[in-house]
């Protein structure tokens, strides 16, 4: 069979844009491989400063703007550049808790170790008493004996698996019964797990962790609703 000029121009010319379309896709590829591997490596980085930043006791730690009981002692000027250097809104910054964010952040000029920072800060005896099932007044009271400066302390020793007291260990040998006989976990489950894993266990299955996020998650239902 006999092909015209025009014939055989055109199916090299359909074969040289396939090649090219094929190139072009292999490239595509090449890039989207490479982009994966360089935003994996970006959050590893990123997880391996955070761990880095969760190492650190922030109560002991000097700061230009808080006194050592953790009062704001920032003036006007410094605070409102720092709400309009990090793009805060003024209007939501309603409490102390707020404040201090922002406080913290003018001076750690970082978004992971100001939450870290704020965290420990703001830990207080009834959020320890979530994951102890314990009430705040319960709490104090046995600091007395244990001498703990700040409720994070207390918290930090028995999330701790390299610290231990016979204080820590009746304490988590009574929250592993109460996950067993209240909350129906299982024993040989329980008995696997750290002590960080125990009190976020613990954190997860009290009633009244449930009633916060249920209600919360009801308003944030109500404002999208809207």
């Known amino acids: 069979m006999k092909l015209s000029l025009t014939t055989v121009l055109g199916v090299?010319?359909?074969?040289?844009?396939?090649?090219?379309?094929?190139?072009?896709?292999?490239?595509?590829?090449?890039?989207?491989?490479?982009?994966?591997?360089?935003?994996?490596?970006?959050?590893?980085?990123?997880?391996?400063?955070?761990?880095?930043?969760?190492?650190?006791?922030?109560?002991?730690?000097?700061?230009?703007?808080?006194?050592?009981?953790?009062?704001?002692?920032?003036?006007n000027n410094s605070f409102?550049?720092?709400?309009?250097?990090?793009?805060?809104?003024?209007?939501?910054?309603?409490?102390?808790?707020?404040?201090?964010?922002?406080?913290?952040?003018?001076?750690?000029?970082?978004?992971?170790?100001?939450?870290?920072?704020?965290?420990?800060?703001t830990f207080s005896w009834k959020r320890l008493g979530y994951y102890l099932h314990r009430s705040e007044r319960d709490l104090k009271n046995l600091n007395i004996q244990y001498e703990y400066k700040h409720p994070y302390l207390m918290f930090k020793h028995f999330k701790s698996n390299y610290e231990e007291s016979e204080?820590?260990?009746?304490?988590?040998?009574?929250?592993?019964?109460?996950?067993?006989?209240?909350?129906?976990?299982?024993?040989?489950?329980?008995?696997k797990l750290s002590s960080e894993e125990i009190l976020n266990k613990s954190f997860e299955l009290n009633p009244e962790i449930i009633r916060m996020r249920n209600e919360a998650a009801k308003q944030h239902q109500k404002v999208h609703h809207h």
């Not at 930043?53 to 006194?67: E, G, Q, R, T």
């Not at 260990?169 to 299982?186: G, H, S």
Request: hydrophobic share 40%.
């Open 12 to 75: 090299i010319l359909l074969s040289a844009c396939s090649q090219k379309k094929d190139v072009l896709v292999q490239k595509e590829n090449n890039d989207q491989f490479i982009d994966s591997i360089i935003s994996s490596v970006e959050k590893e980085n990123s997880q391996i400063k955070v761990d880095s930043l969760l190492k650190i006791d922030y109560l002991a730690h000097s700061f230009k703007y808080l006194n050592k009981d953790f009062k704001i002692l920032i003036d």
């Open 80 to 121: 409102n550049k720092s709400l309009k250097e990090n793009h805060y809104i003024k209007e939501r910054i309603k409490n102390y808790s707020d404040s201090l964010g922002v406080v913290l952040m003018y001076e750690l000029k970082d978004w992971n170790a100001t939450r870290i920072a704020k965290q420990q800060i």
């Open 167 to 191: 204080f820590k260990k009746a304490e988590i040998n009574r929250i592993k019964n109460i996950l067993v006989t209240d909350f129906k976990q299982d024993y040989n489950m329980i008995a």
